[in-house]
């Protein structure tokens, strides 16, 4: 219970905690002109509706469901009766929602995603948007598409969609992205939803949160991606100093850092003030980690095994912000 966290604000109910940060936060957003008022019904808005923020439950943060890219030949899926196998896998290790990161143009379904959460019981979030440069062939029309036509696609789509999706490369914002970039702002500007960004190797996580300032997404409204390939905290604090939410989602990626590099980062970021900036996820985003499929560790990795150890290690408290009341912040915006 090292990190179980004592801040005056747990006498309040955690309910109530969150709507109080929930309106400091989309406030912060009013001030820079993002947002006109200060919502008293925030939602998080799934494919299924929208719900109350309090109602999300155990989320994990960054999944795919689906997913065909020519970035990962030989890796795509798109089954949906396999999707509902796996999810229910996530639903029995404890999870009640999941948000789902796969943007337009990359085998994203919708209605799919609707299957699966109708026949799990899970709240599933589905994101508009685009993925990183190398996830689209060269060819590929959406390259063509003006940013104030971007823009008007992702808005439309956020009739159903709770997130923004964008992607950057590493150290490097390629031309195709910087459009995108201005299309999810636009977007936002006019809906409100969180604005998710990719980050290749958890790079330039300051940078892009700037950047997005710079376009008129305050950092309160920003969720950084993938900030655990590159375990620094103390280059993490300073963006999460910035407001930004940090997403940790490489538990299970054995071959590349052991859970253990994970925990010690969620440690030390939370020792650094940081707890209420985190948010957690499997990304089980190849064929290969589908159970389903043949492959491994699987879509309930995240809860079945990671949540359990960083409950054992870090405490409880810790793991209700990660999982409940972070998430209820971080994906709510003003209907
Ligand atoms: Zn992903």
């Not at 109350?52 to 994990?60: E, H, K, Q, R």
Request: hydrophobic letters at 45%.
């Amino acid at each position: 219970m090292r990190y179980g966290v004592s801040t005056s604000s747990t006498a309040i109910a955690p309910n109530a905690r969150n709507g109080l940060r929930l309106v400091c936060d989309l406030a912060v957003g009013a001030r820079r002109g993002s947002i006109r008022a200060v919502a008293t019904a925030a939602v998080i808005r799934t494919v299924r509706g929208d719900i109350a923020p309090a109602d999300l439950g155990p989320c994990d943060a960054h999944e795919h469901l689906f997913l065909v890219t020519p970035g990962q030949p030989g890796d795509e899926y798109s089954d949906v009766d396999k999707a509902i196998e796996e999810a229910k896998t996530l639903r029995a290790a404890g999870a009640q929602a999941l948000v789902d990161w796969t943007p337009i143009g990359l085998g994203r379904d919708l209605d799919g995603l609707g299957a699966v959460s109708e026949a799990t019981g899970l709240h599933i979030v589905a994101a508009t948007g685009l993925h990183r440069d190398v996830h689209y062939a060269a060819d590929d029309p959406l390259r063509d598409e003006s940013a104030d036509a971007l823009a008007d696609r992702f808005a439309t789509d956020l009739a159903r969609c709770g997130i923004i999706k964008l992607g950057a490369g590493y150290h490097a914002v390629a031309p195709f992205e910087v459009t995108a970039f201005a299309a999810a702002a636009a977007a936002h500007a006019r809906v409100g939803a969180p604005v998710c960004v990719h980050t290749e190797h958890g790079t330039m996580g300051g940078a892009l949160v700037e950047r997005l300032g710079e376009l008129g997404v305050p950092a309160q409204r920003v969720i950084l991606a993938h900030v655990d390939r590159n375990p620094d905290a103390g280059e993490h604090a300073e963006t999460a100093a910035m407001g930004a939410w940090l997403q940790l989602d490489g538990p299970g990626r054995t071959k590349y850092w052991p859970d253990s590099t994970i925990l010690a980062l969620i440690a030390e970021l939370a020792d650094r003030g940081h707890a209420d900036r985190l948010l957690l996820g499997g990304d089980t985003g190849r064929r290969s980690m589908m159970r389903a499929y043949g492959g491994g560790p699987g879509l309930d990795y995240v809860f079945a095994r990671f949540k359990p150890r960083l409950e054992r290690e870090l405490g409880t408290q810790l793991s209700e912000r990660i999982f409940v009341e972070n998430p209820a912040r971080a994906f709510a915006f003003a209907a």
